[in-house]
């Protein structure tokens, strides 16, 4: 689906421009009920714009995934910081 092949550019941009970790570890596979992407780095974490809301590229990634009925988690997934984008995209039905 282009939507999650522009949520993985995306993620993969905003961890290159703001993450300045060292790592991007990128996870794509067919679940039960979708498809799975994860990536994440191993850089200093998530932080808010100084408005206090989440920068424009997690808002794209939020929109394109709520576009096609899909999940979004965002975490930190190492004890010393870091960020995840998780998207789980349900399966399409050609009936």
Not at 12 to 26: E, K, T
Not at 34 to 46: E, H, K, P, Q, T
Not at 50 to 77: D, M
């Amino acid at each position: 689906q282009s939507a999650l092949l522009a949520i993985l550019g995306e993620s993969a941009r905003n961890a290159l421009r703001h993450s300045g970790g060292s790592r991007l570890d990128v996870q794509l596979r067919a679940t039960q009920h979708g498809i799975y992407l994860s990536v994440a780095d191993n850089g200093r974490g998530f932080t808010r714009e100084p408005s206090g809301r989440p920068a424009f590229g997690l808002i794209g990634i939020a929109e394109r995934a709520h576009g096609v009925g899909g999940r979004l988690r965002l975490t930190s997934p190492y004890d010393d910081g870091g960020f995840r984008v998780e998207v789980e995209i349900p399966h399409v039905r050609a009936d």
